[in-house]
């Protein structure tokens, strides 16, 4: 007899409501929950493949050591009997300062990872923390830092009450949402134009989010703060501003204005791609819009002036009136409570940010970590603090970060090396070491994170479904043992003791009046899923989670300003030294001459970075060949399906095979992220679909430098016909 279980989609940031028909212990089918009040019954392929993710027999199921230069399973308390030894040779000849850790996206969609990696780090001691934030998001999170004072405090499209909305460098139609926690964008578009609302896509690629916009522009790799610069320049010119609603509120309104002085339509125009007359036909409609927004996302942030792009997107709705308002842009009430639901202090400091520095190029620590650009580096030069162990979870830096070869070089040069993964892959295989991650269908989840992004306030709680095999550890009982053997308390592995200390450093951080009732019944991730539920700003008690298999509306986005303000004036500040000492860069930035060609990436709707591209979702037709206009290809005499050499300051890629289409434009090609060139077989192996690493190319030298954040957008490359055709 099946049964349906409703659940949370782990995968990607929508967080779409799941119905799961289970018999026996197998998945039968999986779709849309039409009963989940946020996502309405939208399921992507991803979470139809969630099924095949949990009977993938190349899934790991027992810890591994690597001996003799192979891997070969053993128990747990062998696993962290080795972390032990390796640890203690590492730190005797080479101290705290050598040990780091990365962490990989799937962290932050995990309650065991997230939950308990904090503890993790901080019993590591050490400043050698990266992570794929610095791949991705960094700019726009810092920027709201600055802006409004909290990294969670990001301005978000209030899609579903807007009329206007003008996207740069976002494929939610693909991505579903990123820094946005939307699901079903397509449905809420239609919506959008079904009341007379216009979408306008500014995109390099008409992607398949700009296929269905109103209206949709080529904009040149890297060039968005120009483009957005002459917007606020000619909202500025047109007096189009709207700022009653912020009297008292905004701080540096007047710089802003003298800093876009220079950045006339007609002056960016050439630079951007775009005609002038259409920036100042856009500057008058945003202007104009009675309930407008502007949304930045991937490629606004993946490019040389990523935070300058992301804190123009703010400045932009905040002129026109649009920020905190409905159909604007508007900040979530997360139900777990977050550092901006808390009750403003007397003696609030603002974000703080230069305490730190990476120890060879000096770039910023921000976030409690360096950009991930370094991570090559800092393991490959000699030194006090060279880094000779890394801890890796749940990520696979030598496919997704840039130079990409150098770090598996660098990974394999390391003293000792620490995964915790489901799969082996391009970067598990350095390892001395593997834990193996659980199905997600055998914990519980809740999506802490990212009810700070939701377009709609909203909470859903899921159990397991299937009870993880008794062999086999949950992902926050390794960290706990790691926590200990980090701690120097030796390799037995106290995991009620440990479990114990998580739990009241959260206690710590989400203070709350009467203790949980399942402070004493429950363990794991669900008793701090219970205390910050009952300690956030709806008090949520967990039987009341539970009782709801598809998740508790909490409602449409409500204003929030001045309370969620953390920044140490109260105000908004909207000219922040750290990026006011950035235009310069960018004014020099009109001087240049453009490359030839310059690389972007692209988004499919199978992909989920590198962690996903193989199995059921790598099916079907080719996605990894290189995107290039006509009119090049015409000038190059390449016909489709032609080879193409690709080159950069960094790397090189031998072979890819060319797609000519008018997607993209001229001047640009583009390679799908998170491919490996490098096919591994064996057992326990994922990636064995091959495809062209665009991250070979991708040049750690090229980075946004207020965060740190790695430029993948706009790389210049060399293209050079290979010959033949596929």
Not at 186 to 192: A, F, I, M, N, Y
Request: net charge negative; hydrophobic share 35%; aromatic share 8%.
């Amino acid at each position: 007899m099946s049964h349906l279980h409703y659940r949370t989609c782990p995968l990607c940031e929508a967080t779409c409501g799941l119905s799961i028909e289970v018999e026996g212990e197998n998945v039968k089918n999986i779709l849309g929950d039409k009963d989940n009040p946020f996502s309405r019954g939208y399921v992507c392929p991803k979470g139809r493949a969630l099924g095949a993710l949990h009977a993938d027999p190349d899934r790991l199921r027992t810890p591994l050591v690597k001996r003799d230069g192979r891997f070969v399973p053993v128990s747990y308390s062998e696993a962290f009997a080795h972390v032990d030894q390796g640890l203690r040779r590492v730190l005797e000849e080479h101290g705290r300062s050598s040990i780091g850790a990365y962490l990989g996206n799937p962290t932050v969609h995990n309650p065991s990872l997230y939950l308990y990696t904090p503890s993790f780090l901080r019993a590591m001691k050490s400043s050698h923390i990266y992570s794929a934030s610095s791949v991705d998001q960094l700019p726009k999170q810092y920027v709201s830092a600055l802006m409004f004072g909290t990294t969670s405090s990001i301005a978000l499209p209030d899609i579903d009450r807007t009329d206007y909305l003008l996207m740069l460098g976002a494929n939610p139609f693909e991505s579903n949402g990123s820094l946005w926690t939307v699901p079903d964008l397509p449905r809420r578009v239609r919506d959008l134009q079904t009341r007379g609302g216009r979408l306008v896509v500014i995109d390099p690629r008409r992607t398949r989010t700009a296929k269905h916009a109103d209206e949709h522009h080529f904009i040149r790799p890297g060039s968005d703060a120009l483009f957005l610069f002459a917007l606020t320049r000619t909202i500025f010119e047109n007096e189009g501003t709207r700022l009653e609603r912020y009297e008292g509120l905004l701080s540096g309104l007047e710089r802003v204005r003298e800093l876009a002085e220079p950045f006339t339509p007609e002056v960016v125009s050439g630079h951007c791609g775009i005609a002038a007359e259409d920036i100042r036909r856009l500057a008058r409609e945003l202007s104009a819009a009675e309930r407008g927004v502007v949304y930045g996302r991937m490629g606004t942030c993946t490019q040389a002036f990523g935070s300058l792009s992301s804190w123009l997107v703010d400045v932009l709705n905040i002129l026109t009136g649009n920020l905190d308002r409905e159909g604007g842009a508007m900040f979530a009430l997360p139900a777990g409570g977050s550092s901006n639901t808390r009750e403003r202090r007397p003696n609030e400091r603002g974000y703080r940010i230069g305490r730190k520095t990476s120890r060879v190029r000096g770039l910023p620590q921000i976030m409690g970590e360096f950009p991930a650009s370094c991570l090559a580096e800092e393991m490959e030069t000699p030194g006090a603090g060279q880094l000779r162990l890394l801890f890796t979870i749940a990520g696979n830096p030598a496919v997704s970060v840039p130079g990409s070869d150098r770090i598996s070089r660098a990974l394999a040069g390391l003293d000792f090396m620490v995964s915790i993964d489901m799969f082996v892959n391009q970067t598990t295989r350095h390892a001395d070491v593997i834990f193996p991650a659980i199905s997600p269908l055998e914990d519980s989840h809740f999506d802490y994170i990212f009810q700070n992004f939701m377009t709609r306030n909203f909470v859903q709680y899921s159990p397991a479904i299937f009870e993880k095999p008794t062999t086999q550890l949950y992902e926050w009982q390794v960290l706990l043992g790691l926590t200990q053997v980090l701690g120097g308390r030796g390799p037995d592995i106290d995991f009620e003791g440990e479990d114990e200390r998580v739990y009241q450093a959260w206690l710590q951080a989400h203070p709350i009046d009467v203790e949980t009732p399942e402070a004493r019944t429950l363990r794991g991730p669900d008793r701090i899923i219970a205390h910050v539920s009952a300690a956030g700003p709806y008090g949520l008690d967990f039987e009341t989670l539970r009782a709801k298999p598809h998740g508790i509306d909490l409602g449409a986005l409500k204003p929030r300003l001045p309370a969620m303000l953390k920044t140490a004036s109260g105000q908004i500040e909207m000219a922040p030294p750290a990026l006011l000492n950035d235009v310069p860069r960018l004014r020099s930035a009109l001087e240049g001459a453009p490359s030839e060609f310059v690389l972007i990436g692209r988004r499919h709707m199978k992909s989920n970075n590198s962690w996903m591209n193989s199995g059921r979702l790598a099916d079907g037709a080719d996605r990894t060949a290189l995107f290039m206009n006509a009119a090049d290809a015409d000038r190059l005499g390449l016909e489709d399906g032609g080879l193409v050499r690709l080159s950069s300051a960094v790397g090189s890629i031998g072979e890819a095979r060319v797609a000519i289409s008018d997607e993209i434009m001229p001047g640009v090609v583009s390679l799908p992220h998170g491919w490996s060139s490098d096919t591994m077989t064996g057992p326990g192996v994922q990636d064995r679909t091959p495809g062209p690493n665009v991250n070979v190319l991708s040049d750690p030298d090229l980075y946004d430098v207020p965060s740190g954040n790695a430029a993948f957008s706009g790389v210049p490359v060399q293209v050079l016909v290979a010959g033949g055709v596929l």
